[in-house]
T-cell receptor
Framework: KAGVTQTPRYLIKTRGQQVTLSCSPISGHRSVSWYQQTPGQGLQFLFEYFSETQRNKGNFPGRFSGRQFSNSRSEMNVSTLELGDSALYLC??????????????FGQGTRLTVV | GQQVMQIPQYQHVQEGEDFTTYCNSSTTLSNIQWYKQRPGGHPVFLIQLVKSGEVKKQKRLTFQFGEAKKNSSLHITATQTTDVGTYFCAGRDGGQNFVFGPGTRLSVLP
């Protein structure tokens, strides 16, 4: 079956703009998590959604937001972009919600560059 | 909040040598997972450990979960060039947040 799909793969934005990234999880997976990956900070947890509800949130400013739709697809939005937001944004889906211990399947990521 | 550390940060080995990376959490983990990310790729799940003291093997890879469920290790026997990449541990704390360690980047010289 198809893996986790993230779009777009690459994006260049200007400071102050906003951006929306999309993630389609593996069919049947209801949990979607987002991570920011930078060389200096590693993989930083942004938020986790399960059945359209945000279950967990990392330590990121309010400029970072997300949502999940009834078909489990998820979007994350970053407003008022800053140079430091340049990173690889990874989405991961898993079969069940955060109370269960299941593996996460990662997408290829969206490489965001803010200039 | 919870912190997950990994050592070493980088490791260069000659092909055929063994490699070990260690993962330590500031809090007790309900489980620990290990992922591998090849250069330019995305993290790929390797294994999950749940029980205290658990040991699991996958061919040349051996994974251990500490008795106190606060540390873990990944050992690779007789490394190959295909083992190159960054190995991350990740754990879920009592608050259900999933935290990744900073990773250990492995280079294997042929």
């Amino acid at each position: 079956k198809a893996g986790v799909t993230q779009t777009p793969r690459y994006l260049i934005k200007t400071r102050g703009q906003q951006v929306t990234l999309s993630c389609s999880p593996i069919s049947g997976h209801r949990s979607v998590s987002w991570y920011q990956q930078t060389p200096g900070q590693g993989l930083q947890f942004l938020f986790e959604y399960f059945s359209e509800t945000q279950r967990n949130k990392g330590n990121f400013p309010g400029r970072f937001s997300g949502r999940q739709f009834s078909n489990s697809r998820s979007e994350m939005n970053v407003s008022t972009l800053e140079l430091g937001d340049s990173a690889l944004y990874l989405c991961a889906s898993s079969l069940v919600g955060p109370q269960m211990n299941t593996e996460a399947f990662f997408g290829q990521g969206t490489r965001l560059t803010v200039v | 909040g919870q912190q997950v550390m990994q050592i070493p940060q980088y490791q260069h080995v000659q092909e055929g040598e063994d490699f070990t990376t260690y993962c330590n959490s500031s809090t007790t983990l309900s489980n620990i997972q290990w992922y591998k990310q090849r250069p330019g790729g995305h993290p790929v799940f390797l294994i999950q450990l749940v029980k205290s003291g658990e040991v699991k093997k996958q061919k040349r890879l051996t994974f251990q979960f500490g008795e106190a469920k606060k540390n873990s290790s990944l050992h690779i026997t007789a490394t190959q060039t295909t083992d190159v990449g960054t190995y991350f541990c990740a754990g879920r704390d009592g608050g259900q947040n999933f935290v990744f360690g900073p990773g250990t980047r492995l280079s294997v010289l042929p």
